[in-house]
């Protein structure tokens, strides 16, 4: 089974990432520069899962030691894609010979294909996360997973947390990996709450999908 970095790495790539729109209209998309297709299992064969869009073009989805799996969260074995479930897959695709390389599948069931679209009409607007680069005072330098750089602004009504600890602007650090929530203005993303995460996971997701 896959390690639970893995899947955390892997379910903070599908929603953070800068699509806009409902995925439910999308067969295939980019998710943070990685080409994917979301569609339902109709075979699996060896190492291969046969993957039908809607448009009702079937994909060979072929994985490998280097793809991770992930359902419910978790990570998640090689089998555990399985006829009729929905997944999302993402990797190299090949559009005109149907195939992808995946670096990730992930079974999704109807309440996480609802939280993802919502995430992703919301990314870069009332949410972002990413790796901070720079501070300068009260405002933060961020590059997102997606490549682009924000700006996050904090004032006296941020909230800061750290495993499931409150911290202060001080405790946040160059290299730290963050996520926050708040709003997009004109002059950058104000945040209402700033959580400091693994900036590993952010490093690790970089270099499998550079794989």
Not at 62 to 90: I, M, R, S
């Amino acid at each position: 089974m896959r390690s639970a970095c893995s899947a955390s790495v892997l379910l903070l790539t599908l929603f953070a990432q800068t699509l806009s729109g409902s995925a439910q209209e999308d067969s295939s998309f980019d998710i943070a520069g990685l080409q994917a297709i979301r569609g339902t299992v109709a075979r699996t064969a060896g190492s291969s899962v046969y993957v039908k869009l809607r448009d009702g073009t079937v994909y060979q989805v072929e994985t490998g030691a280097n793809t991770h799996f992930v359902k419910n969260g978790q990570g998640a074995p090689p089998n555990v894609a399985h006829p009729g479930d929905t997944v999302l897959a993402g990797g190299e695709l090949d559009s005109k010979q149907h195939t992808l390389g995946a670096v990730f599948v992930a079974v999704v069931d109807a309440a996480e294909l609802a939280e993802l679209d919502n995430r992703r009409a919301q990314w870069g607007k009332t949410w972002l996360a990413g790796t901070v680069t720079a501070k300068r005072g009260t405002e933060l330098v961020v590059k997102r997973p997606d490549g682009v750089t924000d700006t996050v602004t904090v004032d006296e009504d941020t909230s800061f947390r750290k495993r499931h600890q409150s911290i202060t602007l001080p405790d946040v650090q160059v290299g730290d990996g963050m996520t926050a929530t708040g709003v997009q203005g004109r002059s950058g993303f104000t945040a209402k709450v700033l959580t400091v995460v693994d900036a590993a996971e952010i490093r690790e997701w970089s270099r499998l999908k550079d794989q």
